[in-house]
């Protein structure tokens, strides 16, 4: 089955760049999304289409998709971006995929 | 405003069944693919199953066989029938909306499901 990686961890300080990274097979050959989870909350939808933004989500966060790798990018990170990150990719011939999740630290 | 409200968690012993419900509000459900996604506490999102605006049904290999994944237009309502249940399967289950192209646009609050003896 299909497996996606991320880092466990993140560390940024305020105003930083916070970058994640999620790695699979071929990933820039598929569409992926990004996550975000803050504690006791749903997740909700910051990025699709690789590097797409839903309405609402600030332009901070940006995405990018090539290769093996995907990247969500939140530029001049704020504590209340402080949540977990989950990417999750799919295509026609995969089943709907998360990766483990990043812990993005404010500090 | 878009809404998901699930409904029909709970505990349940091991080798049970549990089906759960999802209200869909603020959109028109029938034009939508559906998806379940879990949540075991302190884990991260597993994918369970999803359904087309058509009725077609896909299903993670864990849960294969044993849930199934259908929809009730007229109701705007999402089920998942959850049979032979397992510890491994305690979570919490969101109802999630699918926006096109496989992006989870729309999230409910999310239901516990517990399988303990």
Redesign the interface.
């Known amino acids: 089955s299909y497996e996606l990686t991320q880092p466990p961890s993140v560390s940024v300080s305020p105003g930083q760049t916070a970058i994640i990274t999620c790695s699979g097979d071929k990933l820039g050959d598929k569409y992926v999304c990004w996550y975000q989870q803050k504690p006791g909350q749903s997740p909700v939808l910051v990025i699709y289409q690789d590097n797409k933004r839903p309405s609402g989500i600030p332009e901070r966060f940006s995405g990018s998709n090539s290769g093996n790798t995907a990247t969500l990018t939140i530029s001049g990170t704020q504590a209340m971006d402080e949540a977990d990150y989950y990417c999750q990719a799919w295509d026609s011939s995969t089943e709907n995929v998360f990766g483990p999740g990043t812990k993005v630290t404010v500090l | 405003e878009v809404q998901l409200v699930e409904s029909g968690g709970g505990l349940v012993q091991p080798g049970g069944s549990l089906r759960l419900s999802c209200a869909a509000s603020g959109f028109t459900f029938s034009n939508y693919d559906m ?1 379940w ?1 879990r949540q075991p506490a302190g884990k ?4 369970v199953s ?1 359904i087309g605006a058509t009725g077609d049904t ?1 299903y ?2 864990s849960v294969k066989g044993r849930f199934i994944i259908s929809r009730e237009n007229a109701k705007n309502s999402l089920y998942l029938q959850m049979n032979s249940l397992r510890a491994g399967d305690t979570a919490v289950y ?1 109802c999630v909306r699918d ?1 096109g ?5 729309y ?4 239901i516990l499901v517990t399988v303990s003896s």
């Open positions: 998806h996604v991260g999102l597993e994918w999803s896909y993670a290999g969101f926006g192209v496989q992006k989870f646009d999230w409910g609050q999310g």
